[in-house]
Every structure is written in C-alpha cells, then in structure tokens.
C-alpha cells in the first residue's frame, strides 16, 4: 500500500475532477464537499509523503510495472514533495475563498480545479520529459478554462493572448524534446542524464540546441524577461480564487528549470554541463527589476500583484541561478513564501476591489471601505511580508538569498538588484495602498451595486478573510519554524546538486512480477 | 526522401510562424495549426525513416521501426486537436465579444 503512496496525489485530482463532472449541476454543496475533501486529502497525502522522503529517501514508481526506462516513473523526492506540499496548501485556500459564490458563476468550476491540480501534481511528480509535457498540457487546458471562468470581455482578450502563446510554447516544448529523442533514444529524465555524457561530439551542437529551446519553454511558462508579457494581463482580469491558484504555475516552470538543468544538464553532463548558467542569473535580475518597474507604472492593485509575482520569479530564478547549494536552499525557502504572499495578496485585492464600488482596484480615491481598518492592517502586512521587511518571511528568504550570494562572483549584480527592487516595491505598495485607504472620500458616494456577482449580505467578514488569514499563518509559520525549513531546504539543494542518487534510485528500480 | 521532409518541415514551420504572427485570430489558429503538423511531422520522423519494417515484434522479420515516436506523435496530434477545437471556440468568442477579429481586441462596439 505504503508503495503506491507516490500515484496519489495524481490520481486523487484525477477521479475527483471525473466524479464532479457526473454529480447533477444544481447540487452546489455536494460539488463543494467532494472538491474540498479532495484537496484535504491531497494535503494530507502530500504531508505524509514529506514525512518519508524527509530522510533523503527517493521513492520511485513504475507506473504499469514497466520497468525504467521503458515505462514512465513518477518520482517523489524532496523537491517534488516539496512543491506538492506548497500546491495543495494554495489550493485549499483558494478553495475556500471560491466558496463564497465564484465556484456558482460558471459550469464546472470544480472539475476544472482537480484537473488544474491534477495537472500541477502529475509535472512535479514525473520522471519523464513527454510525460511532463503532457501534465504541462493539462494542466494548460484546465488553466484556459478557469481563466475564462466567469467571462467577460477583459477575460477573453487576456485569455487569447495566454492561450496563444502557451500552444507555440507546447509546440516548441515538442520540437525539443522530438531532439532529444532522436539524438539520445530516451526520455527518461534519469537515462537522459546518463545518455547525455555519452553522446557522441557531433551530436553536442545539437543536444545544446535542443536544450536551449527547452530552457526557452519553461521560462515562457516561468514569466522570465522577455516572454513574461501574457502574465499580467492574465493574472489581473482573471477571478481572484484562479489567480490565487496560478501564483503556483510561474512556479511550474521556475521547478522545470531548477529540474532538467540540474539533472540532465547539471554539472556532471561533460560537454554540455550547466547549460543555462549563463543565462539564467542575468536574465533573472532583468526579469526582477522589469517586474519591479511595473509594479510602479501600475495603475490597477490586481495589475500590481501581477507584477509582483513576475518580480517574485526573478528573486527566485537568481537564487537558482547562482548554482549553489546555499543559493538553490534559500531559493526553495522563499519559493513557498512568494507563492503564499501572492494567493492572499489577490485574495485581498478582490476583498478590497468589492467594497468599492465602480471604483474596483484601481488606484484613485474611491469611497470609504467598510472594515477599513482591518483591510488597511491586512494590506500594511501582506506590502511588508512581500516587500521583505523584518521579522516576516519575506525578509528571511531574501535575508537567506543574500546570504547565499556572499561568495559568488557576481555579488555586486545580485545584492543591488534585490535590495534596490525591494526599496521600490515598497515604495509602490505604499502609493496602492494609502491612494485606497487614506485618501478615501465620504461614505456618502458609496452606493452599494447589487448586480455585481458576489453575494454580498449575509457573508460576515471573517468569512471571507479566513483564507487570507489562513495564508498569513502559513506565512508567520515559515517564520516561526525558519530552521527546521531551512535545513530542508538545504537537504533537497545537496541532493538536487547530486543527480546520481536520482539516477540510481530511477533505473536501479526493482519491478515486482 | 530524408531531404524531402526536411524542406516539408521546414516550410510547415515557416508558414506557421508567419502566419501566427498575423493581426488577425484566424490566421494565428492557422498558423498555430501548421505549427502543430510540423512539429508531428517532425516527431515522427524523429525515430528515422524506415520502410516496410512493422514496429510489433514478430518472427518473421528482423528489422523494426521504431514504435516510441509514433506513440508520441498520436499523443501530440490529440492533445493539439483538442487545443484547435479550444483556440477556434475562443477566437469565435473574441469576435463575438469585441465584435472585431483583431488579436489586439481593439473594442468597437
């Protein structure tokens, strides 16, 4: 049973999404209950598995019995454990935000949720480069449909543009991995990596070629500096509950990278050994001060947040992109951190946007919100943690980054970058945020639009901020238990750094008759 | 023959980029379309040309094509049929709602 443990997390989404597609359309609580008790499950699950790759284990399935490299594996290491951990704490908070109404304002919101996670789930988890592709597809398609959850014209023209530019980005993901194919005959990751320091010198030209075309799908999918245009509009016209939910997908890619570019193409991988250092960390700290910049040229909170989390993804990648243990450990410390910081950032946009009226989030002086005061608390907060301001996780994960940056050549580059980005991200969190709260006008403007789609009476406060508040705690526990973290972290950057133990415990895998 | 689908291929794509490129929504499906056969085209190739050589083994012959790509590019062809289905419902709906086909979606109502 204990064996079998790792296909959980992928088959759990998978028949609960199937189930919710057969329930009757009008038995809303029943949706509501099979969806949530899934994602606890998936929590659950994905606690337990911690739990047992916590020793440095690595459990690898076959899916089928096929023995590797002939079948696909799933393979749960810490990495991946890790990433499914952070995906299902997201996505119960999501969850229970979309419960108040959004879930109700289109067809098959829930089914679309499993399949979105069941895709997210399945590309943490495989051991296969098509296999990733494929998970990579689902969980697209069940992002496309989410993003247009609700309709609306804003929603179409962002969706448009998303969904165009994530089909060339599939079709290029193909072309690569069609070369690698070709070259190398595998595509298990595991082999990959040992095919790759045997091929032949004329087939390096190539190798590199298609590697390079994958590094350029997932930083499409990562929001890296030039391809990172579809992110903003997406994440600002969009639901709050599905933008909550796709703070985790720039992390798909940003967990691609770190994975094929340690593994297949890491330090041992002789004539194309770190394929990417040369540009991810440059492109990175790019990637972070455009982010940045927009983040001030914004003129909507939702278009904000957006920017953030595109600034958020250059803070990670130049963690990653430093190639250290130290740097790739802080990395995967302020991962969850930016993740969590981002959901309850657009949950509380959306709190906040509903209490003002026509004015929505944009940023001029509207009318006076209701509960202002512990709105304005949560907002100060939540601009603080993201901003990186002692004592919250914010300023630990880029304390640890920094930290990691020390020893590396590039030092100068790195620490103006993030402290110099941060100071301004404070700076326009601080215009946001006292243009809707400080400079509100009188009630007397406030008229309250009863067409709007979200049920407004009847639906106390606490409610609604439960799955911010439930973010924020995530977040202080990320303070609170640093270390314990900390070392986790460190434990999965020296064995993302030592692919060989993957590699063994992949193709070294006993396939019972 | 190998030159043959090379210059297929490659046409394939080039017709693809220029035409997702376009202003307009039905020239990018287009585009995204021809993109798509190139790509299966060139998956299947990727197990190299061979003729007249069953990918199932059998007793009677001793040379085999290659069966991986062909498994590969039928995933590939559903997954990209279902994303045309998809891109073309949601063009008709762009051109619906913006009541213009342009991919800007300049609104005109």
Sequence with gaps: MTSHIVIFPVVLPLLAGILLLLLPRQHLPLRRTTSLTSVFLQLATAGFLLNTVNNGEILAYALGNWSPPFGIVLVADRLAVWMLVVTALVAASALLYALRGTDNSGAHFHALFQLQLFGLNGAFLTGDLFNLFVFFEILLLASYSLLLHGGGRLKTKAGLHFVVINLVGSTLFLFAVGTLYGLLGTLNMADLAVKVTQAPAEDIALIHIAGLLLFAVFALKAALLPLYLWLPAAYAYTTATVAALFAIMTKVGAYSILRVYTLIFGAQAGSVSNLIESWLLPLALLTLTVGVLGTLASTRLRQQIAYLVIASIGTLLAAFGMNTEAGIAAGLFYLPHSTFAAAALFLLADCISNRRDVMEDQFEPGPVIQQQRLLGALFFIFAALIAGLPPLSGFIGKFLILNAAMSHSALPWIMGTILITGLFTLIALARGGSMMFYRAQAPHICRIDTSSDMPRSGMSVTAELTPVLCLLVLCIALVIWAGTITEFTTGTASQLLQPELYIQSVLNLEVKP | ?109
Aim: aromatic content about 8%.
């Design chain 2, 1 to 109: 023959m190998e030159l043959l689908i090379a210059i297929i291929i490659g046409v394939l794509t080039a017709c693809g980029v220029y035409l997702s490129l376009r202003g307009r929504t039905f020239p990018v499906v287009l585009g995204l379309t021809f993109l798509s056969y190139a790509v299966n085209l060139f998956l299947l190739v990727m197990g190299r040309l061979t003729i007249g050589s069953p990918p199932i083994i059998s007793d009677k012959v001793a040379n085999y094509a290659d069966p991986l790509p062909q498994a590969l590019v039928l995933t590939a062809i559903v997954i990209s049929f279902g994303m045309t289905a998809f891109v073309i419902i949601l063009s008709l709906k762009s051109f619906l709602e913006m009541g213009n086909d342009q991919v800007d979606g300049k609104h005109r109502p």
